[in-house]
Each structure stands twice: as structure tokens, then as C-alpha cells.
């Protein structure tokens, strides 16, 4: 049995029921093959074996008190993945699907997406089962509060710091924010995605969505081609698919769909930005209402996206939303490209279908860097208390995602992959994360 088949049966082996991790880990080594081949130093000092294991899992009890005066008690994690080339650093997400195996499966891809930026971020992930959907402010308040109250004693500006994600927006960061400080009497970057009254960056808001389109755009730049024209399908209707909506347009493409858990809209005529917009940032409301902007929009109950004809695809809601199934779907109907806004939104027979096909396909741990990327903004901004303006960080923002896109095509070709992103993404990520692991020796 060769070196990685041996660790990926470990993995299996020791993390049951967690197949979210294993189906991530699986994709990252099956690329990383010929580097570890190549280097006989990382089979010599069982890196491989060391990278797969977080460094520290924290699972604790939050209890808070309901509106009806109920005690309720919800489930926090936070996995302190890796901290070879920096603090640990990664959202936190709010969903009742969150188990340890969904944060591991995002605090492993976080450690290579973090390193893609080319910043000096480790890779981390967080959250809990509690769902804010529905809740008061005041039992976003209260549970955010006892979460932070745990919480607060394993991060710090230096050590770990989280963002948002799912079910983690601007009022869940600000919450958080307020306990830390009241507990700790730190005011310190300990959290990005803040308001830009306390210490919130310009464009982080905008960053993941913004950073999509940026490194879409630039891959069909290096094929000739260009969003301009596009009618582009996106699903979700979060932070990432609102804003990843927002710069197609103003790219020139046609966006055409967005999406909730309960169902999926089709516009013709290409998507209102603004009224979807405060549909889900403003009244907090479900996608179906974007028929009562616009009546001639439709609007069906399930899953359906993917059915619609298009140049280019975005999946921007969760994991594994997009199957072979769609995925051949989308290449019969003439799809010439596949951005991932969120994490692990394609099955790993989809990702084949793509691969197979030829289309262009950016994986998530390079394609939806920019969010994680500007918050490192937001970190060096706080770190010499200083603010930037919008035009400034976006122009970072954009100059990350470019370099994103080099350094994954540079590796792919490398290995005599030319154009397999997945490999590209998987190698230029672990590259540097290995040799800092190697120059720190066995820890
Ligand atoms: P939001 O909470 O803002 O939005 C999530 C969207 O996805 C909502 O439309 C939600 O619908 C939908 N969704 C969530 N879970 C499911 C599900 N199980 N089935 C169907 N639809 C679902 O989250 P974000 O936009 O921040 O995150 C979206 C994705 O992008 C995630 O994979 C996240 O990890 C990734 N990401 C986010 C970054 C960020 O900066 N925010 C950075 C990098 C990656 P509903 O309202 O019905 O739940």
C-alpha cells in the first residue's frame, strides 16, 4: 500500500461517521500524490500523517435562555486546524447541521485556502448547531454571549480569530465582539467581519462573493474569453451569492437564479441585486418574496438551479449541493465554467464530470479565498490601526485573487496537469504549509 492510500485509511479509520472530513481529505490527497513522490522528506517525517490531525478541538456547552424563558442548550466547536504559517483563522458557522465532522471537513480546507492568499493565516473553523433562523435579536444575543463566554479563552488576535460564515453576519459578529471585550477588557482584532464603526474593513462584506468574479473573470481571461454576455446561474442567496450577483453584473454578465433551502427563483430578465439584496440582508426574509418585486420572476419549491442553461455556474450555497447528476446537466447545456463560492459545494463525482468534460472549474479553497483574504486585511488594518479605503482593499482583494489564479495554474502545469485546478490549488496550498511544518520540526 503506497504512503497516502496507508494515511487516508488511518483517517477513515480513526474519524467514523465524519464523512463530510474524510470526502475532503480524500480530494487533497489523491492531488497531492506526485508531490509527496517527488519529496521523499515528507514521507521520512510523516507530515502527511501530521497535517490530517487538528492540533487542538475544543467542544463545549452553551446554554442561554429562549424567549419564552426556557433554558436551551446548543452544541460549540472550534478545531485549531493547523498553525504552521500563521494564527489560526476561520469562520464560525451558526447551522443546525454543524457537527465536528462538517467543522473538520472546513477547518482542513481552511489551512490551504489560507495559505493560497500567499498570507500569513493558519487554517481553523468553528461554530455550532444552534440556527439563528427564526430567533429574536435579543436570542441571537443571548446565545451568541454564552458562546463567546467559552470561547473566549482558546482565541486572541495573535493566537485564533474568527469570521463569519453560514448563520454568521454582521449582528452575530458584533454580539460576539461585545462579550469578548466585556470579558477579557482586550479591544483587539479578534474577530473580522466586525461594523465599520469598531474595526470592521472596508469590502469584507463584498470580499468572497467580489473575490469569485475576480478569479472566474481572470480564468476566462487566460481562455480567451470573458464574463461579458454571460447569463451565469447562482445558488444561495447569502453573503457569497449576493455579492458574487452583484459583481457578475457589474461585469456585464446576466445572473439569472438565486436560491434558500426551501426553493429557487428565475429571472429572465436578470436578477434585481437590490431587492434581493434587502430581502435577505434587511428583512432577514426567504427568496420567494423576490416575486413580489417582480411578478413575472418564477419561483419553484426545491432544488433546481442547475437545470437552467448557462455559461457559468456558481454554487454559493453549501456543501455538496451540486451532484454528478447536475453536473452533467450543466455540461449538456453548454456550461463553460464552474466557480465554487462555497465549501465543498460539488461531489466529488461532479468534480470528475467537470474535470472529464474539460470546462474551466475553480475549486472553492482558491475560488472563495477572497472573503478569508480580506479579513487578513482587516487584521493588518487593525494590527496598525489604521482604515483603508474601499478602493484600496478591493484592489488588494483583486490582486490576491489574480496571484490565486497563477499560482494554481503554475502548479498544475508543473505536475503536467495543465488547466486540473483541483490538483493546482490542492499542491500550491500544501507547499508552503509542508516546508513550515518541516523548517519547525516534529510538533
Ligand atoms: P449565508 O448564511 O449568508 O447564506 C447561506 C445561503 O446558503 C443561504 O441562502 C442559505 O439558505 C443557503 N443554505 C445554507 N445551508 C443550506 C442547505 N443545507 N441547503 C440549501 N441551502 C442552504 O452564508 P454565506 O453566504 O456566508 O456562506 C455560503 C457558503 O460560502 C458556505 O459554504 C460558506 O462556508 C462559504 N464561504 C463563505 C465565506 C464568507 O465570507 N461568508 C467565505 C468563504 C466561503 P437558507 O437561508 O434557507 O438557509
Redesign the pocket.
Known amino acids: 500500500m503506497s504512503y497516502i492510500d496507508n494515511v487516508l485509511s488511518g483517517v477513515i479509520a480513526r474519524n467514523p461517521a465524519q464523512p463530510e472530513f474524510i470526502q475532503a481529505v480524500d480530494e487533497v490527497l489523491n492531488s497531492l500524490r506526485p508531490v509527496i513522490d517527488a519529496n521523499s522528506k515528507y514521507q521520512d517525517l510523516n507530515l502527511i500523517e501530521r497535517i490530517v490531525e487538528p492540533e487542538r478541538q475544543i467542544i463545549f456547552r452553551v446554554p442561554w435562555v429562549d424567549d419564552n424563558g426556557k433554558v436551551q442548550v446548543n452544541r460549540g466547536y472550534r478545531v485549531q486546524f493547523n498553525s504552521a504559517i500563521g494564527p489560526y483563522k476561520g469562520?464560525l458557522?451558526f447551522?443546525p447541521?454543524v457537527n465536528l465532522g462538517i467543522i473538520k471537513f472546513?477547518g482542513f480546507e481552511q489551512i490551504f485556502?489560507n495559505s493560497l492568499t500567499g498570507l500569513p493565516i493558519g487554517g481553523g473553523k468553528g461554530g455550532s448547531d444552534f440556527d439563528p433562523?427564526g430567533k429574536s435579536d435579543r436570542e441571537v444575543m443571548a446565545f451568541c454571549q454564552s458562546f463567546m463566554t467559552e470561547l473566549c479563552k482558546y482565541i486572541g488576535a495573535d493566537v485564533d480569530v474568527p469570521?463569519?460564515?453560514?448563520?454568521?453576519?454582521g449582528r452575530e459578529i458584533g454580539f460576539l465582539y461585545g462579550q469578548y471585550k466585556r470579558i477579557t477588557g482586550l479591544y483587539e482584532g479578534v474577530l473580522t467581519?466586525k461594523g465599520l464603526t469598531y474595526g470592521g474593513s472596508l469590502a469584507?462584506t463584498e470580499?468572497?462573493?467580489f473575490g469569485l468574479i475576480y478569479i472566474v473573470e481572470e480564468m476566462l481571461k487566460n481562455a480567451g474569453n470573458s464574463l461579458e454576455g454571460k447569463t451565469v446561474t447562482i445558488?444561495?442567496?447569502?453573503?457569497?451569492?449576493?455579492y458574487a450577483c452583484k459583481k457578475a453584473q457589474e461585469k456585464g454578465a446576466k445572473v439569472v437564479t438565486?436560491?434558500?433551502?426551501?426553493g429557487w427563483i428565475y429571472d429572465k430578465n436578470g436578477i434585481d441585486f437590490e431587492a434581493a439584496r434587502e430581502i435577505?440582508e434587511v428583512k432577514r426574509g426567504?427568496?420567494k418574496e423576490y416575486l413580489e418585486y417582480h411578478k413575472d420572476a418564477e419561483y419553484h419549491e426545491g432544488?433546481g438551479v442547475w437545470t437552467v442553461p448557462c455559461d457559468v455556474a456558481l454554487p454559493?450555497?453549501?456543501?455538496n449541493?451540486l451532484n454528478e447528476e447536475d453536473a452533467k446537466t450543466l455540461v449538456k447545456n453548454g456550461c463553460i465554467a464552474v466557480g465554487e463560492?462555497?465549501?465543498?459545494?460539488s461531489t466529488k463525482e461532479a468534480i470528475d464530470v467537470f474535470l472529464e468534460s474539460k470546462i474551466l472549474f475553480a475549486p472553492?479553497k482558491a475560488a472563495?479565498?477572497?472573503?478569508?483574504a480580506t479579513?487578513a486585511l482587516e487584521m493588518s488594518q487593525n494590527s496598525q490601526r489604521l482604515s483603508w479605503t474601499f478602493e484600496e482593499v478591493d484592489a488588494k482583494l483583486n490582486g490576491i485573487m489574480v496571484n490565486i489564479y497563477k499560482e494554481m495554474a503554475d502548479a498544475a502545469k508543473e505536475y503536467g496537469m495543465e488547466n486540473n485546478f483541483v490538483a493546482g490549488a490542492n499542491i500550491a496550498g500544501f507547499r508552503k504549509v509542508a516546508d513550515a511544518m518541516l523548517a519547525q520540526g516534529i510538533v
Not at 258 to 262: E, G, M, P, R, Y
Open positions: 469562520g458557522r447551522h447541521s472546513l485556502k433562523k469570521a463569519g460564515d453560514i448563520g454568521v453576519g467581519g469584507r470580499a468572497t462573493g445558488s444561495g442567496s447569502g453573503n457569497v451569492a449576493l438565486l436560491s434558500d433551502s426551501n435577505k426567504r427568496i432544488k454559493c450555497a453549501t456543501q449541493e463560492g462555497a465549501n465543498m459545494p472553492a472563495n479565498a477572497g472573503g478569508v479579513s
